[in-house]
């Protein structure tokens, strides 16, 4: 089995007590089998744990939905008093995520966490796909899968085509694509299931009257469609079009609330700030993505 990952995946680390949106805050985190048997033992653990009804164990989130384990610091206080090899298996994993194939699995880096919105929205260079592992073990990828692979790969060097302005890859990747209004935006996301009212605050920026599109910031809306058809045109999404359009819409999304919310020229840090939101508040959420291709009818 093969491992691939994007380029910038081994410059990721946690930023820990530098994090202003920690991922130990506001999320359930839920409990795998072995690491339950492990904590069983521990007292201090054991009892800030909750079982649902389904069986499902998580952490007993505190005030603010923190987690019970994360200090005033901001640091985790498993890891402090344990050790790494303590945690569970979404807190080591996490912000990463994997697309599984018959050859090949691909694993890449969340775009909900800050650290790595900061990494991809700041990114200059061409994002390259490298080969991490390969334990020579060589099954046969299915002919979907095949195609797939080859799809995604033509459409990402046709995204990352430099030659020519980002809007005219869009166009040449997916003619269909609409140029939505700051309120389409809105129309389309604001009836969604939220986490945050922090987003309720960016989704309201767009019934201002403005344009949505920011201009001369190529290279952030190539990285971050790279990023959305690395990880959404994957072996269970078979459906490209919808995938495709999803990802190309996504960066419009972003740009276009960045710019209702931050004004005409905003920072890198400030997009990949609403990046980071849209995200966890849209890629995180099955159902909100299903909502939002149903709404912009591809085809
Ligand atoms: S969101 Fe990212 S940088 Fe922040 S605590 Fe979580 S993994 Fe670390």
Same mark, same amino acid.
């Not at 946690?14 to 048997?37: F, N, P, R, T």
């Given at each position: 089995?093969?491992?691939? &990952? ?144 080859? &799809? ?100 419009? &999304? ?46």
């Amino acid at each position: 089995m093969k491992i691939y &990952a994007p380029d910038y995946y081994s410059r990721f680390s946690c930023i820990a007590d530098k994090c202003k949106h920690s991922c130990c805050v506001g999320w359930e985190i839920d409990i795998d089998d072995l690491s339950m048997e492990r904590y069983r033992s521990i007292k201090d653990i054991y009892d800030n744990i909750v079982t649902d009804e389904n069986g499902v164990h998580s952490f007993k989130l505190c005030e603010g939905e923190r987690c019970p384990f994360l200090d005033e610091k901001g640091l985790c206080r498993l890891i402090l008093s344990y050790g790494e090899d303590i945690l569970c298996d979404i807190c080591a994993d996490h912000p990463r995520y994997r697309n599984f194939y018959s050859d090949r699995t691909e694993i890449g880096l969340g775009l909900c966490c800050e650290a790595v919105a900061e990494l991809i929205a700041g990114n200059e260079q061409k994002v390259k796909m490298v080969l991490l592992s390969d334990d020579g073990c060589e099954d046969i990828p299915d002919d979907c899968e095949t195609d797939l692979i080859e &799809a995604k790969r033509l459409i990402t060097e046709a995204m990352q085509n430099r030659e020519i302005p980002y809007s005219d890859r869009e166009k040449a990747v997916l003619p269909s694509l609409k140029a939505y209004s700051r309120k389409e935006i809105y129309d389309i996301l604001y009836p969604l299931e939220r986490l945050s009212t922090e987003w309720d605050d960016m989704l309201s920026a767009l019934l201002t009257e403005g344009e949505a599109d920011i201009h001369d910031y190529d290279v952030v809306k190539e990285q971050l469609a790279v990023y959305f058809i690395f990880r959404h045109l994957n072996s269970e999404c078979y459906d490209l079009d919808e995938a495709v359009y999803f990802s190309l819409f996504s960066v419009r &999304a972003i740009m276009c609330i960045a710019r209702a919310y931050y004004g005409e020229n905003p920072t890198i840090s400030e997009i990949s700030d609403i990046a980071r939101m849209y995200s966890a508040e849209i890629e995180y959420s099955d159902c909100n993505i299903e909502e939002i291709i149903e709404k912009i009818s591809v085809g």
